[in-house]
């Protein structure tokens, strides 16, 4: 999966009048345990996705990032690099040039560019497409500029983007899974300590799936119930007397809240920061059925998200209770909440049970048909490069991962447009 380097290179062509110097892929995550829990300095386990952004780009000789998007039509966005601030750029485009103010506010000079963009993940379905962008932009931006930058410090400015510029008010969990995840693993972040550690994580090795279930009831995080969460548990914590929810383990501490609300959200951070660990527990084990005790916990994370955190939607619900009935090991929503994606852990021979569960419970109350993918633990963001090989006399050409970028050639770009920010 993920999206054609071919069209990414061509739509750069069609918007650019000129050929890219490079392609840059940043994976979307699926989340296998851990909601709301990062912004609280506890622990998540994403993964990174097959599906994910392509960025082609090439460098500017001026001080402008002119940028072009696939799934965008309204025109490219063209963008001051100079004076650049928080509150200029609206819409899609504030995720990359958000992305080129903060590495500039890190120190880091940032070079004029063109940028054109194509995505296979479905924008609004929980599985991380802003922080792909940023990813994608913050990789394309500092190889032309030849620059390199340790990929925690990457997520952390690609966060600090999406955080001052754009305004949402989101964790360390997206970039991170997109920067720093390995292929056939799950990445346990302790989000307090900043420190990873890669758990080998293969469903598939013991006839087991995970099966994406975006319920098309899309969700916009920039709208107000994030933020509340956030500031309830921030809430939560200052009545505690404690610098965040990470440092309480034990819910009985919550029954000093008396606030039944605050109770409830604390009590979900803490019981799913317990249910990494578990996660984590199992998969290193060498236990028997690793998979039923993950689908447990699963399902007990996603009652917690509904009771407790409040975040769910219906056909979320329902998309897990149809997956469980059906035979699948569990199921829970992943993301912000409010809309997105169910990730269902599936074994192979339930699996078409649970789609056609799953799609018949949807088409009896009308609802949009939701989509059905496949989520397999990835490699994380890379440049995509060039490749020709003679094979049998013939010249094949195709895009395989590159180790290491090449410095930006000289750059022919940008000088159709004259769009404003947007
Ligand atoms: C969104 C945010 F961007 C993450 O930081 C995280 O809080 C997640 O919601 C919920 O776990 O994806």
């Known amino acids: 999966m993920s999206p054609e380097p071919g069209e990414v290179r061509e739509l750069f062509r069609s918007c650019f009048g000129g050929a890219a110097d490079g392609v840059w892929l940043a994976p979307g995550r699926a989340n296998l345990m851990g909601e709301h829990t990062d912004y609280n300095e506890g622990y998540v386990l994403p993964f990174a996705l097959g599906q994910g952004i392509v960025a082609a780009a090439a460098r500017r000789a001026d001080r402008r990032l002119v940028l072009c998007s696939a799934q965008e039509p309204g025109g490219p966005a063209d963008v001051a690099l100079d004076g650049l601030a928080p509150g200029q750029v609206t819409g899609w485009a504030a995720y990359p040039a958000g992305v080129a103010w903060a590495l ?96 080998p994580f293969d469903p598939g090795a013991s006839g087991a799936g995970l099966l994406l279930i975006n319920t098309r009831a899309g969700h916009e995080l920039t709208a107000g119930e994030y933020g509340r969460r956030r500031a309830e548990c921030e809430q939560a914590a200052r009545l505690l007397g404690v610098p965040s929810l990470r440092y309480l383990t034990d819910v009985a501490e ?154 930006a050639r000289s750059p022919n770009c940008g000088t159709r447009f004259t769009a404003s920010p947007r």
């Open 104 to 199: 500039a506010a890190a120190g880091y000079e940032v070079p004029g560019a063109c940028i054109a963009i194509d995505s296979d993940l479905p924008a609004g379905a929980g599985l991380s497409s802003s922080a792909a962008l940023e990813c994608a932009t913050a990789l394309a931006l500092t190889e032309l500029a030849g620059l390199a930058v340790d990929r925690r410090e990457l997520a952390a400015i690609a966060r600090r983007a999406e955080n001052h510029f754009v305004g949402v008010p989101s964790g360390i969990m997206d970039q991170s899974a997109s920067l720093l995840a390995r292929r056939g693993h799950a990445l346990l972040l302790d989000c307090r300590s900043l420190e990873t550690s890669q758990v």
């Open 254 to 407: 919550l029954d000093r809240l008396t606030d039944p609300v605050l109770r409830r959200r604390a009590r979900h951070v803490i019981t799913d920061d317990q249910r990494v660990l578990d996660v984590v527990a199992l998969l290193r084990s060498a236990a028997g059925d690793v998979y039923a005790g993950i689908g447990w916990l699963l399902t007990q994370a996603h009652r917690s998200l509904r009771d407790d955190f409040e975040i769910s939607w219906p056909q979320a619900d329902m998309a897990v209770d149809e997956a469980l009935a059906a035979g699948a090991l569990g199921a829970r929503m992943i993301g912000g909440g409010f809309g997105g994606s169910v990730l269902a852990l599936v074994r192979a021979d339930a699996a078409d049970q649970v789609r056609a569960a799953v799609a018949n419970a949807f088409a009896r109350r009308s609802w949009t048909a939701p989509e059905f993918g496949e989520a397999a633990p990835s490699a994380s963001a890379r440049r995509l490069g060039l490749q020709c090989v003679l094979v049998a006399r013939r010249m094949q050409c195709g895009y395989v991962m590159r180790r290491h970028g090449s410095r």
